[in-house]
């Protein structure tokens, strides 16, 4: 076994020190085992791994956004970002959208 350097971000080493603990392992040990996954993951169990942990983060982002916000965001949307009354276009962007 060879020793080899890494730099991680302070927050990727805390985190994976944390996931290490957890799971009752040391550093080292938790990182060459991270290491070995990856490089034996085929591209299609990548790719499934992604889209898995992608549909966790929405399914947690609508969780959040169900609870956070006004329960009539979707009906009165325009109403939240302009106002009761939509702005007008001035400027450059006026020039651009009526010619």
Do not use: C
């Amino acid at each position: 076994m060879r020793r080899t350097t890494i730099n991680l971000p302070d927050v990727l080493k805390r985190r994976s020190m944390d996931k290490a603990r957890a799971a009752g392992l040391s550093f080292a040990e938790f990182v060459r085992k991270a290491v070995e996954q990856a490089v034996n993951e085929s591209p299609s169990q990548t790719s499934q791994r992604q889209r898995l942990a992608a549909l966790a983060d929405l399914r947690s982002f609508r969780q959040e956004a169900a609870t956070d916000g006004p329960a009539d965001l979707a009906k009165n949307l325009d109403d939240y970002l302009y106002g009761t009354t939509a702005v007008p276009v001035t400027g450059l962007d006026a020039k651009k959208t009526n010619p």
